[in-house]
């Protein structure tokens, strides 16, 4: 079964930056659309950005577009999420998650990762 793990986050200042990797075992990310998630303690899940399969479309919320970039390397099997102009409302935990379906933000992916902590502090 597909395995998806998270890895980048940390504590950075405002206005600072961040990359953070979604590494997925067992199966190549080809053929999968990818999502990033995240979620702060108390509120719902938002879906912030999506890559689809192969020809990587890629789609941001609104609350990151412009600051954030999704990139793939098939190569590595990895899924990348640049974050720059970091402000605290983007402290939440990000996840990952992959589908067989089309690129999309909201939450109805087949597999998800475990996350990964994002905090935005001076």
């Known amino acids: 079964q597909l395995q998806l793990v998270e890895s980048g986050g940390g504590l950075v200042q405002p206005g600072g930056s961040l990359r953070l990797s979604c590494a997925a075992s067992?199966?190549?990310?080809?053929?999968?659309?990818i999502g990033w998630f995240r979620q702060a303690p108390g509120k719902e899940r938002e879906g912030i950005s999506c890559i689809g399969r192969r020809n990587g479309a890629t789609t941001y919320a609104d609350s990151v577009k412009g600051r954030f970039t999704i990139s793939r390397d098939n190569d590595k099997n990895m899924v990348y999420l640049q974050m720059n102009s970091l402000n605290p409302e983007d402290t939440p935990v990000y996840s990952c998650?992959?589908?067989?379906?089309?690129?999309?933000?909201?939450?109805?992916?087949?597999?998800w990762g475990q996350g990964t902590q994002v905090t935005v502090s001076a």
């Open positions: 067992r199966y190549t990310l080809d053929y999968l659309a």
């Open positions: 998650a992959a589908t067989f379906g089309t690129c999309m933000l909201n939450d109805t992916y087949n597999y």
